[in-house]
């Protein structure tokens, strides 16, 4: 577990907040639209605040937040994934499950990668990635 405080940022489109050791919880807030520029300004901040070390990520779509097909497949690139250890989604509406599908089936993440209802049962699935200490 962390010692310190938790590290929160927050930019235009969302909030990152690093709770353990290896763990991120970002937060994309309602009706934002997700870009390439989103994604590298999040990879800016992980790399920055954690020390280029690599993340469990919980990243939670709130409602109405969408992304577009050149976004996902930026996400399934090797310059995305470098400090990614697995990714654990939360979303809630059809246009989110819809991105997930294609991201899962045509994109094929490279990192352990799944869609969860709840923060709960997203955050558990992660555990199995924890780093040991």
Avoid: C
Wanted: aromatic letters at 10%; charged letters at 30%; zero cysteines.
């Amino acid at each position: 577990m962390r010692t310190s405080p938790n590290i929160m940022v927050k930019t235009e489109k969302m909030i990152i907040e690093f709770l353990e050791d290896d763990l991120v919880h970002i937060k994309v807030l309602e009706g934002m639209e997700v870009t390439v520029d989103d994604i590298q300004k999040m990879e800016e901040v992980v790399e920055e605040q954690g020390g280029g070390r690599p993340y469990r990520n919980l990243i939670v779509a709130e409602n109405y937040v969408t992304t577009t097909f050149k976004t996902v497949r930026y996400m399934g690139t090797e310059e995305a994934n470098r400090l990614t250890i697995a990714d654990a989604f939360v979303i809630n509406s059809l246009p989110q499950r819809i991105m997930a599908n294609f991201y899962l089936n045509v994109v094929k993440p490279l990192k352990p990668t799944k869609f969860f209802k709840t923060e709960e049962e997203a955050f558990s699935w992660l555990k199995q990635f924890e780093l040991q200490k």
